[in-house]
């Protein structure tokens, strides 16, 4: 048993959430290999969303276990000693900085240390300038950097808070629906993104759009009503009657 | 000696047969007459016999004879009650009438003399005719002349009186003043003690001088004594608490009216309304107003000024709300951090207003009869204004509830409280709603000024002195939620009077307001918080 | 205890230094000859208020993290280590045993421990601000805004003393001190303006920090007046005397050395600040709420300086000062002083916040402004920031006020009514809320007004200006003067360039040294 925890990024075990007696978590349980991406799919409700709130600390468990790393207990953090410890984290609605430049966003969200103080008398270095600028590169926003955040597109948007997630260097990956909103050519692009990523990172992704899961080509896995329906390739689980019936349909 | 004897007879035969007063009287003036006649061992059964007569009529010429001013008429061999006026000239008066029979002098007049044994006597007669009077009253009243004095003499005449008292009150008080007299006396200590105990039970601050005394004396007297004492100091702090709790209560409804429409507000719009001290204000002033016109118009109509007023006010501080609403609140959606400074410079600018128009000084609201005085319950003492405001505070608190859970203007309300989107979404009028709810938390404040006028000053500062603790009460009690209001209101006001002996009242405000924040690191949403993701938006 | 291992010696060291204190004092109580140890209430309450502020040094070093911070923490721990010697010395161990001090020693002391403190602080700071200046980069604006003040600095003494009355660019005597005291109340609505505009905190308690700072050095300029006040009493204020009090509460010592005075014209809000804004920024407390616990606070200070007990001059305030720094208060040239004082106070004041908002903590704090949440996800402990901000903010009020308080000749309770700090806000909003330049103008703007009005036949129309300005401010003019006039030249940059957004010069306008492109590839 700790042997298989140790091997794991992410490991959920028996989690349980209630929110005044609806129950978003039903017992659920998960574990995230290193260096895997996987894919979670689920129709509304079923807790994807509250899954990821467990995971960064903004919601506490009502039972269960959240390991990560195999030894770090996250029931017992606050999300930004969670984000330092190398979870990152892009949500469902894009949540960039509107009033700063595209520039500023990754500056601030580029590791280093979150010290008011080295906030504060820290220069930029030049190690740090090059990572940003191929950070833009990396999503396509080098030609915009001094924009302000609130006049991007929505599928802008998108992919700078996934540039975001990359300067954070994390070591865990939660994106939560990154092809929400997007036309078919940025859909696939973004696919093609995160494959990229994968390889050197752990990659959750939560996503509606089966044809961005198929692109993906990873493991995926049904949430249904707060705990796991089923779980294999994407055509072992569309082929599941389970999952047929509350999810895919016929 | 034969006199007596036929003063008796006669004396017996009316009482036998109940004869009318003026018979009675000449009956009694016989009885008195007779004191005149003979040496001491007469008078000693003169003053029996009136005694069994038991005709308080007597009581003036007994006292006066035990004044030495009872004397006898040489020339009837009446006797009559002289006062000296001048050397040797007195003034004589009817010893049962009491009418003045003119003047005499000395020597047309003899004085009737005592002895100890006398001087007895008289001390029963009066205590028994006062004791056993027909006249309650005049019963009570002897009865607590025997409390103050504590004489041990009368404790005799006492037994006979509480035999055959009635009157439970009186009784009451004979009792006591039973006690304390054998506590004065050299009866043995257990009955002393059962009489300590007898005086402890009546308690309050007679008992307490009475056994103040006693207590320090050695043995089981002094002991019981004690004992005593500190149960009854106990319950005096008992009783003390319990006054502070009702000052706590009574500031609990005021803060309450005063809170209850921020809070509502609040709830459903997330604006602090920072006027809203002024619409406190408004109120009290409409009352004045009120009141002035029917000081003027119909002094008659005076003791319904406040059934005027409290509709009136309502309206007056609903209005100007459902103005301010539509005027400026309603440009600020969103930003409440704005609201609460543009409604920070209209309570300066209404506070101005009124300063101009009425004049900066305190105006006379006046309360009307029946929210004067005050009665007693227990060892409290309960003031008719705050009692009815108290009254009034909770049937505004229960016609709210009514309102939120009845109606469907307050089930609306309650929808946008919870999710303005959804609510809006579902076809609710929420600009209509915000703008209601505006009106009606200020018109809740106006009458709250109904209120505030009859037990505060009715000046232009009048809102600025409660608007912190309503704050307070709305941060402490938590929004959404009317029991929140209700439960954080008397708990402040409780908990301020209470630290008030102890610290101070300045202090005590301090030390709420410290425990207020270091309250809402627990809490920090209040005491009813709402729970939810759509909140934490 | 956290961290370096440095920080750890460093507590270990003092914890063991407190260990061997409480030990002596143990010691001494057995020893036979020590039975003069008497500790009265005066003593309790010092040993009472001397323990709170041992637990907040000792919650400063745990909140420390980096090397820097726990310096700065074990300094601040040493201090308190040297005034629980010093208390020991003075009051507990009676005259005539070993280690007994004079008081006179002592207060030689703490002048010379504060004056090096001071010296300390002062060069920290200076070079701390030149860190700052490295690392951030402020635009020309800030420079220019810094040289004006500056300028002002020097020309309005210059035409208040060396230039004759008639002559047309004179600044007469009054001017001085009212333009003095504006300056202040700019410095003031700078410390409103960094935390509102930038950390989205409204504080409508700031008045609370300059009222503190006003008192602390109202303190030290009563004690200078010595033997020339009413009572002729060289070491009791008049208001003590009338009160019939026999010695100067424990609180009033070493006020009278200047070094202390204004170590604690900083420290005493500072810390207040940073005791609250712990408890309330650990637990979130955020909005409207915050607003009220800090109009509670001032309200609650406010009651507590009206009494008259509370040593601090009841309801009559501190007043009727003599001199300062051995200088007639009321000579002009020491006026005129106190104006550069303020006028230099304001620009370094500016300098610092300028610097502050242009670095990447300034990034951080407009992100926590308008998304805490994203904030901490991104690793970023919003409590601290806020604290430190807020922290900061009550010290530059704390100065303020210390600058106000020898100009306008008084101190007393009414400063620390929530009115006070409301108006304060009101500078802020007028001027333009996002900016720093703003408040500076709102301030000076405002206030102007308000004497123009108040002392003229119009008095009892102020308030209705002022509530006016309240809600038209906030109705129509949302961003201030300084914030308007940006947009529309930031408009009308834009509408000139014609094609896409330029780079929107944000707040003081940090801007990033990347110049803006031509046409966006995605449409949008």
Known sequence: MDDKLSQTVLYLDGVNVSFDGFRALNNLSLVIEPGEMRAIIGPNGAGKTTMMDVVTGKTKPDSGAVFFDGTVDLTKMDEASIASLGIGRKFQKPTVFESHSVRDNIVLALEGSREPGATLFGREGAAQTTRIDELLRIIRLDGKASWPASKLSHGQKQWLEIGMLLAQEPKLLLVDEPAAGMTDAETAETAVLLKEIARTKTVIVVEHDMAFVRDLGVKVTVLHEGSVLSEGSLDHVSADPKVIEVYLGR | MRFVLSAFVALLVSALTGIAPAAAQTDLRALINALGAGGFPEIEAGLRAITQAGDSAAVPAVTALGEGDLYVRTSDSQVVIAIERARGQFALTDAVTGESLGEAAEAEIERIRLNNRVRRAIRDTLGALTLMSDNPATRLAAAQAVLRTGDSEQIPLLDTAIAQETDARVLAVMNAARAVAIVRSDRPDEEKIEAINLIAERGGRDAVSILGPIANIEGPVGDAASAALAGIENTQRLWAAGQNVWYGLSLGSVLLLAAIGLAITFGVMGVINMAHGEMVMIGAYTTFVVQEIIRTQAPWLFDWSLAIAIPLAFLVAGTIGVAIERGIIRFLYGRPLETLLATWGLSLILQQAVRTYFGPTNKQVGNPSWMSGSFELGGLTIAYGRMWIIVFALAVFAGLMILMRATSFGLRMRAVTQNRKMASAMGIRTPWIDAMTFGLGSGIAGMAGVALSQIDNVSPNLGQSYIIDSFMVVVFGGVGNLWGTLVGAFTLGIANKFLEPYAGAVLGKILVLVLIILFIQRRPRGLFALKGRAVEA | ?524
């Open chain 3, 1 to 524: 205890m956290s961290g370096t291992i440095v920080g750890r010696v460093l507590g270990l060291c003092i914890l063991v230094l407190i260990l061997i204190g409480a030990a002596a004092l143990v010691l001494y109580g057995t020893l036979p000859d020590a039975s003069g140890v008497v500790i009265d209430a005066a003593d309790m309450q010092m040993i009472g208020v001397w323990a709170v502020v041992l637990v907040v040094a000792l919650a400063v070093q745990s909140s420390a993290k980096t090397l820097a911070g726990q310096i700065v923490a074990g300094l601040f721990i040493a201090l308190v280590v040297f005034a629980g010697a010093m208390i020991l010395a003075g009051r507990v161990i009676p005259p005539g045993q070993p280690f007994h001090l004079d008081f006179e020693r002592i207060e030689a002391a703490v002048f010379w421990v504060s004056a090096a403190v001071l010296a300390l602080a002062a060069i920290a700071g200076l070079a701390a601000l030149g860190g700052l200046l490295w690392g951030a980069r402020i635009g020309w604006t800030g420079y220019l805004v810094v040289a004006i003040l500056l300028l002002v600095a020097v020309a309005v003494p210059v035409l208040n003393l060396w230039t004759a009355p008639t002559h047309p660019l004179h600044v007469p005597n009054y001017a001085v001190s009212l333009f003095g005291k504006y300056l202040t109340y700019a410095l003031l609505a700078l410390s409103v303006g960094l935390i509102w505009g930038y950390c989205g905190i409204l504080s409508l308690g700031h008045g609370a920090f300059f009222a503190l700072g006003g008192y602390a050095i109202g303190m030290y300029l009563m004690r200078q007046i010595g033997a020339r006040g009413v009572y002729a009493n060289p070491d009791l204020p008049d208001f003590m005397v009338f009160l019939n009090w026999r010695e100067l509460p424990f609180f009033w010592h070493f006020f009278d050395g200047f070094p202390y005075a204004t170590l604690m014209v900083m420290a005493v809000p500072g810390v207040l600040a940073f005791v609250f804004g712990w408890f309330a920024f650990r637990s979130r407390v955020t909005g409207v709420y915050l607003s009220i616990i800090t109009q509670a606070l001032t309200y609650a200070l406010l009651l507590a300086f009206f009494r008259n007990d509370f040593g601090f001059g009841g309801n009559n305030g501190l007043t009727d000062f003599k001199d300062i720094l051995g200088f007639n208060i009321q000579a002009p040239t020491t006026r005129a002083t106190l104006f550069a004082a303020s006028a230099i106070a304001l620009a370094i004041g500016y300098l610092m916040c300028r610097a502050m908002v242009s670095s990447k903590f300034g990034k951080v704090l407009v992100a926590l402004r308008d998304a805490e949440s994203r904030t901490r996800f991104l690793g970023y402990r919003v409590e601290r920031y806020k604290l430190a901000v807020f922290v900061i903010s009550a010290a530059m009020a704390g100065v303020a006020g210390a600058l106000y308080v020898p100009q306008v000749g008084i101190i007393n309770p009414g400063e620390f009514a929530p009115e006070n700090s409301i108006e304060a806000v009101i500078w802020v909003a007028v001027g333009g809320r996002g900016t720093l330049v703003g408040p500076i103008i709102g301030a000076t703007i405002v206030n102007y007004a308000k004497t123009v009005f108040t002392t003229g036949a119009l008095a009892p129309y102020w308030p209705f200006v002022l509530g006016g300005l309240f809600v038209v401010v906030t109705l129509f003019l949302p961003k201030g003067i300084v914030g308007t006039v940006q947009m529309i030249w930031n408009r009308m940059r834009e509408r000139r360039a014609a094609a896409p957004p330029r780079e929107e010069r944000n707040a003081d306008g940090h801007g990033t040294a990347v110049p803006p492109q031509a046409n966006p590839q995605l449409a949008e």
